[in-house]
């Protein structure tokens, strides 16, 4: 089949988890003998590269544009670029392209496979006019695209709920490290003491970064290492703010998927703070590389750790969490450990989820 897979930044992922997501799925596709096609958020013309076999698709935006009109006309020109290059599915992260659905003929439409991911409207950095738009697209989005995937069970019954569409529900994926975790003379331990506890994150309010690190700001014995590109004012504030603290430590952003692995087996815990919606794959890995987790306390990281785990709606929340996580015997980490593993190989194991995207391609007409 000849697929292309529109919404995000482009690959490889130097982004997010949509990023991660359609880098993983794109290369897995292309192994098992698919023609598979990325699109990528560019500022100026550049030609196709090649990513593991796919190609990468850069798409120009006029640069003078604010950011998210770019990403408006990004989606359009993705979806138009894709019109014309005879796929046989579209599969397109997100749903803010969906407005301009209705320039393209139904034998387009009907090939357009929706993932919408979260709730984005409720993410506290949109304003009023904002969260609108998000409600609408995602209205139109799963109302008039071929079909619909969610990566939850929870978001694809809230999408039948709310707007009387079916959503077929394939998770995300992540591998289970194999290679030898324990003994790794890898540099990025250079500056960080154990133990430690780990968050990998986008730096967005909505994940609670300002609960989790006000929270550490009261525990200086306490050292919590956070991953993650402040590239927003949110995101420097949030850094300015609580980098004072000796304890708390930004390392930036890391796309080394060893070094993040090692990070991971690491740490005392993983603490998950995203609120919003769906599963995360950061989340995923953590759990693949045997972290105890932390958690928002909400139904989607609920369903994803099988509510095995510690889970936190307030500053004291957490506290509490990481007294009770300290207080485990070796045993009882050793349990929580091999039960998220074998979570995410019998739930989301990449080689399943890629096979049940494969399943629902090979039904569009």
Known sequence: MRIAILGT????????????????????????GHSVFVSSFNSSKKAET???????????????????????????????????????????????????IFFFPKSIRKKIIVNPDGLEYYRKKWHLLAKTFLKISERIAVKYSGKVICDNPVLANRIKEKHGVRAIYIPYGAFIPNYVLENSSSNIFSEIDKPYYLMITRFTPENNLDLIFGAFSKMPDKKLVVVGSAYSDYGNRVVSKYSIYENIKFLGAIYDQEKLNLLRYNANAYIHGHSVGGTNPSLLEAMACGCIIIAHDNSFNKYVLNSRGEFFLTGDDLVKSIFNVENLSESQRTILRNFNVERVLKEFAWDSVVLQYENIFSEVE
Not at 10 to 32: D, H, K, M
Request: glycine share 6%.
């Open 50 to 100: 090649f990513y593991c076999g796919v190609h990468v698709i850069p798409i120009a935006t006029p640069k003078w544009f604010l950011q998210n009109f770019r990403m408006l006309i990004y989606d359009y020109r993705s979806l138009k670029w894709a019109s014309k290059n005879n796929f046989d599915v579209i599969l397109e992260c997100g749903h803010t392209f969906s407005p301009f």
């Open 9 to 32: 930044r482009g690959i490889p992922n130097n982004y997010g988890g949509f990023e991660r997501f359609a880098e993983v799925l794109s290369v897995l596709l292309t192994q098992r």
